[in-house]
């Protein structure tokens, strides 16, 4: 074995190009970095004209601030092959077509860029859901560590695809609708929570190909590193182990829980504290669908009109997409009207400074796996309501397994009326007491987890020091 004792390991980071993927990816790149790796992080022409746009005036421009902090890290960017200015939300397929077709050509040119400039490169750090690191670091004789940043049960369940279709649960006409109960480290799930593109009967469209192509790729990997907890996901994450390197490393969170070193916020925030500041501790319940689904317009009158209901106080954050549609204002009329007094309606916020702030006593959320482990981290109880992929099978993990949350609703179709139950029983309701008793014990076990001697910490170690061996 070469002599690495000394070597300074370089790795290339390409994340996903979407909201949730970016944030975990910058603060890895950070945590990395401050580790003494050197970094080439590379974000597509898009994240970054959206971020620099987000923040023209703060100077938080991607990375510029932290060489001054010491850590080497260099930034690049390359085209996903869509304009910058195509709304990829609004056309999720030419997205994932233009992923699975192009993105990948340009990525592999630009790892050959970066290894051809003489610099020592090592390893390629790129999002699990990408199809093709795996060819491209055994190309460039690159070690592969795949990034997963969702929890380590919905990795499982793509990764044993093939499973569920030879048992009939997934990509047939006559879907079974009992529960799963063979996969490894997972004693059982319904079909409803499962991601909901391995609810599909069908399994022939350019996201499934993705989804197929890029397990396939990420089971020759080196190794996979989670945003997820040891503790939290152990008989599962045990049973990875026997097949694949997968290291849980999570909550991957800056330093400073609320402070931002590196912009990444891909629409310009809000500011909510000074209202926030005003209102009495724990009565405010922020809503959001954080950055990528849709809501029906439906179920968007049903949320709204039993906010309206409920009479608590609410930050309700609404994306100009949210519903995919051309309606500039998709609330109900009179709406912000009628609320004024007790809640605010804005795009975009500073979410980790939103559910740290003391007003805040409750999240209405689409269970993005960051806004769970945020909202676990700010000891906020959830009040759950799925919009699409691995939002289905975060639910099951926040309601019925960890019991810190409740379901918005019980039927397909929501009510104001049982909107506005919800809400009170999450904010005041009898069981507010035990679920923020586990809340906290869930806070804990992320706390110690990151803690010098935690599980993650030592996971993380462990990982580096099986890298340097490989490099
Ligand atoms: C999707 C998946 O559902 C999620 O599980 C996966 O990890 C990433 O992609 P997304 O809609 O991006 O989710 O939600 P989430 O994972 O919660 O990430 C959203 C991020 O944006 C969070 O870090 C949140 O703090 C941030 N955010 C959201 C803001 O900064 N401001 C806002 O107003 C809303």
Redesign the pocket.
């Known amino acids: 074995m070469a002599d690495n004792k000394h070597k300074k390991p370089h790795a290339i980071i390409i994340p996903y190009p979407?909201?949730?993927?970016v944030?975990?990816a910058v603060h890895l790149a950070l945590k990395l970095a401050s580790q003494g790796f050197t970094i080439t992080f590379v974000h597509t022409d898009s994240i970054h004209y959206h971020t620099s746009k987000a923040h023209p005036n703060t100077g938080l421009e991607l990375f510029a601030k932290v060489p001054e902090s010491g850590l080497d890290i260099r930034y690049t960017t390359i085209s996903d092959g869509l304009p910058v200015g195509f709304d990829r939300s609004l056309n999720h397929d030419q997205f994932c077509a233009a992923l699975l077709h192009v993105f990948s050509a340009h990525a592999e040119e630009k790892v050959a860029e970066i290894v051809a400039s003489g610099e020592d490169v090592h390893c390629l750090i790129a999002d699990t859901f990408f199809v093709w690191p795996s060819k491209v670091a055994k190309k460039f004789g690159l070690v592969h560590v795949s990034f997963w940043?969702?929890?380590a049960l919905?990795f499982t369940l793509y990764y044993h695809m093939d499973l569920l279709r030879l048992n009939g649960h997934f990509d047939c006409p006559d879907r079974r609708e009992d529960a799963v109960n063979y996969i490894p480290g997972v004693k059982t799930i319904q079909p409803k929570d499962l991601v909901s593109y391995l609810q599909e009967t069908d399994a022939t469209s350019v996201c499934h190909q993705i989804h197929k192509n890029c397990f396939n790729d990420t089971k020759n990997s080196d190794f996979v590193l989670c945003?997820t907890v040891q503790e939290l996901e152990s008989d599962t994450i045990s049973a990875l182990q026997a097949k694949i390197q997968f290291y849980a490393i999570g909550p991957i969170f800056p330093n400073d829980f609320c402070t931002t070193v590196v912009a990444?916020?891909l629409?310009s925030?809000s500011p909510c504290t000074q209202w926030l500041d005003k209102q009495p501790i724990g009565s405010v319940l922020y809503v959001?669908?954080?950055?990528?689904?849709h809501v029906t317009e439906k179920d968007l009158l049903e949320i709204a009109n039993g906010i309206s209901l409920s009479k608590v106080n609410f930050v309700l954050?609404l994306?100009p997409d949210i519903v995919s549609s051309e309606d500039a204002d998709p609330l109900p009329v009179g709406f912000k009207e009628e609320v004024a007094d007790r809640g605010i309606v804005?795009?975009?916020?500073?979410?980790?400074e939103?559910?740290a702030h003391p007003a805040i006593g409750g999240f209405l959320?689409?269970?993005?796996?960051?806004?769970?482990l945020?909202s676990v981290w700010c000891q906020i109880p959830l009040l759950c309501f799925p919009?699409?992929?691995?939002?289905f099978t975060?639910r099951k993990l926040v309601v019925d397994d960890w019991k810190i949350g409740i379901n918005l609703s019980d039927k397909k179709v929501i009510t104001k009326e049982e909107v506005s139950y919800n809400i009170n029983r999450l904010m005041y309701g009898e069981s507010e007491d035990e679920i923020k008793n586990r809340i906290k014990e869930l806070k804990k076990t992320l706390e110690d987890a990151v803690s010098p001697s935690g599980s993650s910490e030592q996971n993380l170690s462990q990982f580096i020091k099986k890298l340097m061996a490989k490099i």
């Open positions: 979407l909201q949730g993927h944030n975990p940043t969702e929890p919905v945003n990444t916020s629409w925030e959001s669908f954080g950055s990528y689904a954050v994306r804005i795009p975009w916020c500073r979410q980790k939103v559910l959320t689409h269970c993005g796996w960051n806004s769970i945020e919009l699409y992929t691995d939002q975060n």
